[in-house]
């Protein structure tokens, strides 16, 4: 199994509506088709760089290749968590976690997208819910971070929801446009006080070298 070569391939995260997990060529193929199913309202760009402006067969590609650089360059010193959101066995978006230089900063990164058909049922918050507890819970983290636009009313919702606090703005220009971008911050302690979603852990132990915790097999 590719696990035993690379172990975050087996580590899963369970809460009572989702699995995550990184994708397996499957999952790509249905990660795909849940971009180009629909993410946002066209009229608004929720991402600094607006990925989603393809055609469809460009737009499927592009998640794939994404997603296939995500796990190609992970190191210990940089990594990203991509992990494919499995709903009632059907992968409907992605929830990633980053962390540079984790072992000495113990802070992490945060990035989503849901295919609209599930969007408006919780499952946003149970998703970065489910990355929040790797990271705090199993990891040690000490902080995360986020950025959000201020016209994703959506995404600001999840963030306040979990205990993020405002640390800041900056104005970015997206499709030649000028917008606001506020900056989240999620302190250990706030997190203990909003942790309401249950989630359990498979496959964490192998994964902790790649993590920057602890040395890799020789």
């Known amino acids: 199994m590719i696990a035993d070569h690379f172990p975050p391939m087996g580590l899963r995260l369970n809460t009572p509506r989702l699995q995550l997990r990184m994708p397996s060529d499957t999952d790509l193929s249905q990660l795909a088709a849940a971009a180009v199913a629909g993410i946002h309202d066209p009229e608004r760009m929720p991402f600094i760089v607006p990925w989603t402006d393809q055609t469809p067969r460009r737009l499927a590609l592009g998640v794939i290749q994404h997603n296939w650089s995500a796990m190609a360059s992970w190191t210990p010193e940089k990594w990203t968590f991509n992990a494919a959101v499995v709903h009632e066995g059907t992968v409907i978006g992605i929830q990633d976690l980053t962390g540079k230089d984790f072992a000495i900063t113990r802070q992490v990164g945060t990035g989503s997208w849901l295919t609209r058909s599930h969007q408006g ?49 900056n104005l970015v220009a997206v499709r030649g446009q000028q917008v606001s971008e506020d900056r989240y911050r999620l302190t250990r302690e706030n997190w203990e006080k909003h942790r309401t979603v249950p989630v359990t852990v498979e496959g964490l132990e192998p994964c902790l070298p790649y993590f920057g915790l602890g040395e890799l097999p020789a």
Do not use: N, P, Q
């Open 121 to 169: 049922k919780g499952l946003g918050t149970e998703m970065r819910a489910a990355v929040l507890h790797l990271a705090f819970e199993c990891l040690g983290a000490d902080a995360a971070v986020t950025e959000v636009f201020e016209t994703s009313e959506a995404s600001r919702g999840v963030t306040r929801k979990l205990g993020y606090e405002l640390d800041g703005s």
